[in-house]
């Protein structure tokens, strides 16, 4: 589910959860960008892109992808692996420092919900606090599924490029052919929207559940 309900019902709320929203992308790119920085490749800081400045990471049609059907990407930040001073480790270490992120988040505000529930401050809430809490439900639910949907291991995604890690080398130029290729990506990410919409769906629902429950939420 998007978030267009949200806006819908407590329009602060989803002022809210869209901010949290625009930090999460930024933090993710900016972990994608940094760790390439570290392990040799300054493709991403030579872009401009080592920066936590929403809009230099955000991608229209992704963006508009998490407010309608609730996941979605951000525009992904380039890199060059064969400047990585160990290939494999780089290519590994920054695929995941995104999804990461967004799972440290998510882990975050389940935290503080937790307790926030645990020490009373639920019981009888004003209605400020019930806004920030339903806002932080929400963030941190979108956080976890924008880490687990990055896993899928399709380009462009993230997770392509971490199963590419442990891939024979010959075959790593044809992924990176296969990512280029716009037709591809546009394939994909309609598949993911509409034949794998429903499973995929069902799988991040219970994900969500599952992390929920281990916090006690």
């Known amino acids: 589910m998007g978030l267009l309900p949200l ?8 002022g809210l959860v869209v901010l949290v929203l625009l930090v999460s992308l930024a933090l993710h790119e900016w972990g994608h960008a940094i760790t390439a920085l570290w392990m040799g490749d300054s493709t991403a800081k030579d872009q401009g892109r080592v920066t936590l400045n929403p809009i ?5 049609i992704g963006s508009i992808m998490i407010l309608l059907v609730g996941f979605g990407w951000a525009k992904p930040v380039p890199i060059y692996p064969p400047n990585f001073r160990q290939y494999r480790l780089g290519l590994f270490v920054v695929s995941i420092a995104g999804i990461c992120i967004n799972l440290c988040i998510a882990a975050l505000l389940a935290g503080l919900l937790r307790w926030m529930l ?23 639910s979108i ?20 199963l590419q890690s442990f891939l024979p080398l010959r075959w790593h130029p044809y992924i990176w052919r296969l990512e280029a290729n716009p037709t591809y990506a546009i394939v994909a990410m309609l598949l993911l929207l509409t034949v794998f919409r429903q499973p995929l769906g069902s799988f991040l629902g219970l994900v969500r559940t599952r992390f929920f429950d281990a916090f006690g939420l």
């Open 7 to 14: 806006l819908q019902t407590d329009p602060l709320a989803f």
């Open 56 to 60: 230099k990471h955000l991608d229209l």
């Open 118 to 140: 645990v020490s009373g401050l639920l019981e009888n809430p004003s209605h400020g606090l019930l806004i920030v809490a339903q806002a932080m439900v929400v963030a941190a």
């Open 143 to 162: 956080n976890l599924t924008l880490a687990v949907f990055n896993l899928l291991p399709i380009p462009p995604l993230d997770g392509s490029k971490i």
